[in-house]
C-alpha cells in the first residue's frame, strides 16, 4: 500500500502532525490497514528528503507541523490520475494453498474448500453488520462516506473469494465424476467385447 | 428457546427406484423469532426443496417440519393452505403478484381469503405498504412499478395479518445491486422487529445480512456460520 501517496493527499487538506495524520488516514479507512506511528513519521521524514513536504515549525504542544509542497501536489495529481498497477498480483495464500491442496496426496480438498468458504462468510456477516450499523449506515459526512465505501470493497473482495471457491468445489466435483466415468467404462470395455 | 420453525431429521424423496433422487437427507433446522438465517448451496444441494417443505407447499417423505408448534404433515392439505395464509409468508424471486389487482389489493388478498371483510382487509394492507415504504404505490397495479418496488408489495403480501415466518427464495434474484441490497435491509427489520426469516441465495454478500449461514450440499447441512462476530474488525474510532 503507498502510504507515501495517501500521506501526501492528507496534507492538501492542510499542514498535520505525525498522529493526526493516522487519525485522518484510520477515519477514512477503518482500522482495516493499520499505520502506526512510527511508520507515519518515517515516511514524513522520507517525504521532506525528498522535497515534497516541508517541515512548519513546532505547534504549542510540541508537534513537528508539515506541509506539503508544490512538488508534493504534482505528486498527488499524479497519483490520482494514475491507475493502480494490476502487473503483478498481490501473493494470495489461498490461491496458493488450494493449487497445492489439489496436489500434494492426502489432502481432503472439499474440507479446505468448505473451512474457508465458512470462514470468509463469518468475515462477510461482520463487514455487513458495519455496514448495517454505526457511521457507514448513513454516511452523512465525506469520511463516513469513504468509511463505506472501504467496506463495500472489503465486502465484493470476500464475495469473490467464496464465489472462487463455489467455482473450485464445483470443478473439482466434475473433475471426479468424469474420472469415475472413464474409469467404469474402461473397465466395462473388454467385456463388451467378449461378449 | 423455542423456535418458530423446526424442521426435525427431515429426508424429502422424489420418484422412487432407479429415478430416486434424495432431495434432502435427514437434516435438521431450527429459525427463532428476531433472527434471520441464510440457507446456501450450489442448484441441486436442497435448499428451495427446504423451504417449500417449511412453507408447506410440500411434505416430506420422513422427518417432522413444525411451524409455530404446529406439525404441519399432521395438519392436512386445507389445514396446510389455512397456515400460508395465516403464519407463513412466502417471496419468490420473480415477485407473483397478480397483474390484474393494484398493490394494496394483492396485499389485502391473503386477508380476504382468510375470511376478513375487504374493508378491514385494504385498511391492513395499507398499513403494511406503509411498514415496508411504499404508502405512495397502493393503488399502482404491479407493471406500473419497478422490479424493487413489486418486491416490497411481495414482502407486505408476506407479512400482512400478523405472520411471523417469512420464507424467500432468492428474493434478489431479479433485482440489480443497490436494489437487492434494499430489499435485504427491508427483510432484515422485519426480523429484527421479531419476525422468523429463512433466506435461500446463492449471494453469499446477500446471506451476509443473516445472523447463520447454513450451507447445503447434496441434501446434507454441511457447515454453518455466524455464531459470533469477529471482534478484529472494528468500527474507526473503537478501536482507541
Same mark, same amino acid.
Given at each position: 500500500?503507498?502510504?507515501?501517496? /495517501? ?129 457507514? /449506515? ?37 473433475? &471426479? ?9 474402461? /473397465?466395462?470395455?473388454?467385456?463388451? &467385447?467378449?461378449? | ?240
Amino acid at each position: 500500500m503507498s502510504v507515501k501517496q /495517501a500521506l501526501l493527499a492528507l496534507l492538501e487538506q492542510g499542514p498535520m502532525y505525525g498522529y493526526q495524520l493516522r487519525v485522518e488516514f484510520e477515519t477514512r479507512t477503518g482500522s482495516t490497514w493499520p499505520l502506526n506511528v512510527g511508520q507515519v513519521y518515517t515516511t514524513l521524514n522520507r517525504l521532506e528528503r525528498d522535497g515534497l513536504v516541508a517541515g512548519e515549525g513546532v505547534d504549542d504542544d510540541g508537534h513537528v507541523v508539515y506541509r506539503i509542497t508544490d512538488e508534493g501536489r504534482d505528486e498527488v495529481a499524479a497519483w490520482f490520475t494514475t491507475p493502480v498497477a494490476r502487473t503483478q498480483p498481490p501473493r494470495d495464500e489461498l490461491a496458493i494453498k488450494l493449487a497445492l491442496a489439489v496436489t500434494v496426496p492426502g489432502v481432503d480438498v472439499g474440507t479446505v474448500i468448505q473451512r474457508q468458504r465458512t470462514a470468509t462468510m463469518v468475515a462477510l456477516q461482520d463487514y455487513t453488520r458495519l455496514k448495517r450499523a454505526g457511521r457507514a /449506515a448513513n454516511p452523512a459526512r465525506p469520511d463516513d462516506m469513504a468509511w463505506s465505501l472501504v467496506l463495500d470493497s472489503l465486502v465484493f473482495v470476500a464475495e469473490a473469494e467464496i464465489r472462487w471457491l463455489d467455482h473450485c468445489e464445483a470443478r473439482l466435483r466434475r473433475a &471426479v465424476r468424469t474420472a469415475e466415468n472413464t474409469a467404469t467404462f474402461e /473397465a466395462g470395455q473388454p467385456r463388451e &467385447v467378449n461378449r | 428457546m423455542n423456535a418458530t420453525l423446526h424442521l426435525d431429521d427431515v429426508t424429502r424423496v422424489h420418484g422412487s427406484g432407479p429415478t430416486e433422487v434424495h432431495a434432502l437427507r435427514g437434516v435438521s433446522f431450527r429459525a427463532h423469532a428476531g433472527e434471520l438465517v441464510a440457507v446456501m448451496g450450489p442448484s441441486g444441494s436442497g435448499k428451495s426443496t427446504l423451504l417449500t417443505l417449511a412453507g408447506g407447499l410440500d411434505t416430506p417423505t420422513a422427518g417432522r417440519v413444525v411451524v409455530d408448534g404446529v406439525d404441519l404433515a399432521a395438519l392436512g392439505g386445507a389445514g396446510r393452505a389455512r397456515m400460508r395464509r395465516t403464519s407463513i409468508g412466502y417471496v419468490f424471486q420473480d415477485f407473483n403478484l397478480i397483474p390484474a389487482l393494484t398493490a394494496a389489493e394483492n396485499v389485502a388478498l391473503p386477508r380476504e381469503l382468510d375470511g376478513q371483510r375487504s374493508r378491514a382487509a385494504r385498511k391492513a394492507a395499507l398499513a403494511v405498504l406503509e411498514e415496508v415504504g411504499i404508502p405512495e404505490l397502493a393503488d399502482r397495479f404491479p407493471d406500473e412499478m419497478s422490479g424493487g418496488q413489486q418486491q416490497r408489495v411481495a414482502i407486505a403480501r408476506a407479512v400482512v395479518g400478523e405472520r411471523r415466518l417469512i420464507l424467500a427464495d432468492e428474493p434478489t434474484g431479479a433485482l440489480d445491486t443497490d436494489t437487492g441490497e434494499e430489499i435485504l435491509r427491508l427483510l432484515r427489520a422485519r426480523c429484527d422487529a421479531g419476525a422468523t426469516g429463512v433466506l435461500v441465495t446463492h449471494e453469499a454478500r446477500h446471506a451476509a445480512w443473516a445472523d447463520r449461514v447454513v450451507f447445503l450440499r447434496d441434501g446434507v447441512v454441511v457447515d454453518e456460520s455466524g455464531a459470533d462476530p469477529v471482534d478484529a474488525l472494528l468500527e474507526p474510532g473503537m478501536s482507541r
